[in-house]
């Protein structure tokens, strides 16, 4: 069964950057649809971005035109490039297949946006 880590969370001020990776245990070829979650603290898990195999990515409004989802089937991996990120993009980040499946959520990594 595919375990996936999250890495590449900080701390970073208001418009910055970070990229996020997703490394898969095994492969992701077969797998349609990833995506990436975030939950801010006394707030639901929310879907922020998922990309299919060989397509473009989807974005919640809330993030569209800063976040850019990709995929490395190669690598087993998938990213989340942050650009310009605000106070109220801080979150515990996780990824997932799409529609989520409970079995597979990692520890994820915490992104805090904060001067």
């Known amino acids: 069964q595919v375990q996936l880590v999250e890495s590449g969370g900080g701390l970073v001020q208001p418009g910055g950057s970070l990229r996020l990776s997703c490394a898969a245990s095994?492969?992701?070829?077969?797998?349609?649809?990833m995506g990436w979650y975030r939950q801010a603290p006394g707030k639901q898990r929310e879907l922020v971005a998922s990309?299919?195999?060989?397509?473009?990515?989807n974005y919640a409004d809330s993030v569209k035109g800063r976040f850019t989802i990709s995929r490395d089937n190669a690598k087993n991996t998938v990213y989340l490039q942050m650009k310009r990120l605000k106070p109220e993009d801080t979150a515990v980040y996780y990824c997932?297949?799409?529609?989520?499946?409970?079995?597979?959520w990692g520890q994820g990594t915490q992104v805090t946006v904060s001067s």
């Open positions: 997932n297949v799409v529609p989520y499946y409970s079995g597979l």
């Open positions: 095994g492969s992701i070829l077969s797998i349609n649809a």
């Open positions: 990309i299919r195999s060989g397509g473009r990515g």
